[in-house]
């Protein structure tokens, strides 16, 4: 499948599990954004929609394999093709990854505590969501 046909394909989807949010007819609109680490990033969203709502984020790499919550695989897997696993990348930007993968790119996370640490299982990603409206901040790992 060509890559163009990849990504039109990937909007539709993102664009179908946006407008399952809402019992009536909504304008969706799709974009593609450049994202960290050259990776692409396709976005569904409903531009009128309360902010935290109503958005849908996949990250692809060059050969159209979609990453995070709405895609074919999960952030571990990218970290292996892309040989990630030693040296370790950036973690202030990978964690911006993380963000658009898992929370849509809407969640508060603190770059200031992210860190990779090496465990005898493998590798693990260290940071903190802050939850809204109450502050709390919750610690999370991503074991890969």
């Not at 039109?8 to 179908?16: A, G, I, P, S, W």
């Not at 692409?40 to 050969?63: Q, S, W």
């Not at 929370?103 to 802050?130: Q, Y």
Request: aromatic share 8%; with cysteine; net charge positive.
């Amino acid at each position: 499948m060509k890559l163009t046909r990849k990504i039109k394909k990937v909007q539709d989807e993102l664009k179908t599990k946006v407008a399952r949010e809402y019992r009536h007819p909504v304008e969706i609109s799709v974009r593609e954004e450049p994202g960290p680490f050259g990776i692409k990033v396709i976005v569904a969203c409903n531009p009128k929609a309360h902010p935290g709502t109503g958005m849908k984020k996949v990250l692809m790499d060059d050969e159209g394999v979609t990453y995070g919550v709405h895609g074919e695989s999960d952030l571990a897997t990218l970290i292996r093709a892309k040989g990630w696993l030693n040296p370790t990348p950036d973690p202030k930007i990978f964690l911006r990854l993380v963000n658009l993968a898992y929370f849509d790119g809407i969640a508060m996370l603190a770059d200031t505590e992210a860190r990779f640490a090496k465990t005898a299982k493998g590798l693990e990603f260290h940071f903190v969501k802050i939850e809204h409206p109450s502050g709390k901040r919750v610690k999370m790992t991503l074991s890969f």
